[in-house]
């Protein structure tokens, strides 16, 4: 019989906040450097100055022996991941942090809806209510016909559905390998389909350039390392919750650091579709239904 460890909600709630800190620096840094660099190829040279973390793992994906189906389940995730690390990039260096950040918490939703559609899950009338009740935070956030709904707005709409998408393949390839081979063949087949849109575009990057991907890519790992620690010290419906701290900090950030304006609405949009991701998980502790909804409420570079 396995023993499981008791839950340690402080634990839990510090790693979150820790996690919210991390992935907002990767915001920050991307904001940063704006348009110097195009966006597709700092998310092309985030993934490939990151592939010396995947060290560790060699062994584990060596030892894998994927079959066909599994390489490409990879590949399929590879390319949904890859499209949408893009259009997050994009979105980032035309929109406020405070948008992106907002609309990032649509993915978990996403991935309920299609895991009701495409792995069989049953979608309850409580958690169709919560979905509805998370697009409509969307609404609030875009307000279409009151404000002008930019392109970068539409590219984080589609990266939403995007990420979602390749989290619901990683639940599929989670119960047929190891976490540290899912992890790895991400990391490796989004370098690669970032390669030739990257190359496209190219533009040289500067030492300094390379020095501030390589932190983007430092902060992404060191924030889905603490946000495991988190979900191993308590459950999500103690850590789901502390996510909102990452709204908190983009809308300071951007307007103490980048000038830009608080929008009320933004933030009454992203408390919404947050509360709506926070009903759902709690409904799904409720049921004892493990692993239902990926926890994708972070950054998802």
């Not at 790693?15 to 940063?32: D, N, P, Q």
């Not at 191993?232 to 950030?253: G, K």
């Amino acid at each position: 019989m396995v023993t499981r460890s008791p839950a340690r909600p402080l634990a839990g709630i510090f790693w979150m906040l820790v996690t919210g800190m991390c992935f907002i620096a990767v915001t920050a840094l991307v904001k940063y450097m704006g348009p110097r660099v195009p966006p597709v190829e700092m998310a092309f040279l985030r993934y490939l100055l990151g592939l010396v973390f995947l060290l560790p793992a060699i062994g584990a994906l060596r030892a894998a022996h994927l079959t066909p189906r599994q390489w490409r389940l990879f590949g399929v995730r590879g390319l949904l991941h890859g499209g949408a690390v893009m259009l997050w990039f994009y979105a980032m260096v035309r929109i406020p942090i405070a948008d992106v950040t907002a609309m990032n918490y649509l993915s978990p939703v996403y991935v309920t809806i299609g895991a009701a559609l495409f792995l069989g899950e049953k979608l309850a009338f409580r958690r169709i209510a919560a979905v509805v009740v998370a697009l409509l935070g969307a609404f609030i956030i875009l307000r279409p016909g009151f404000r002008e709904v930019s392109s970068g707005h539409l590219a984080m709409l589609i990266a939403a559905v995007a990420f979602g998408g390749s989290y619901l393949t990683a639940k599929i390839m989670a119960d047929e390998v190891k976490p540290s081979v899912v992890v790895a063949m991400l990391s490796i087949f989004v370098t690669i389909v970032l390669a030739p849109f990257a190359i496209a575009q190219w533009v040289t990057p500067t030492l300094s350039d390379l020095l501030l991907l390589f932190c983007v890519a430092c902060f992404a790992t060191a924030g889905h390392y603490t946000m495991t620690l988190a979900f191993a010290a308590a459950p999500l419906t103690v850590t789901q919750p502390v996510t909102f701290t990452q709204l908190v900090w983009a809308v300071l950030l951007g307007y103490l650091v980048f000038d830009e304006a608080v929008d009320v609405w933004v933030i009454a949009g992203g408390i919404t579709i947050l509360a709506s991701v926070v009903f759902i998980t709690w409904r799904e502790a409720v049921v004892r239904r493990q692993n239902t909804t990926p926890a994708v409420n972070a950054t998802k570079v």
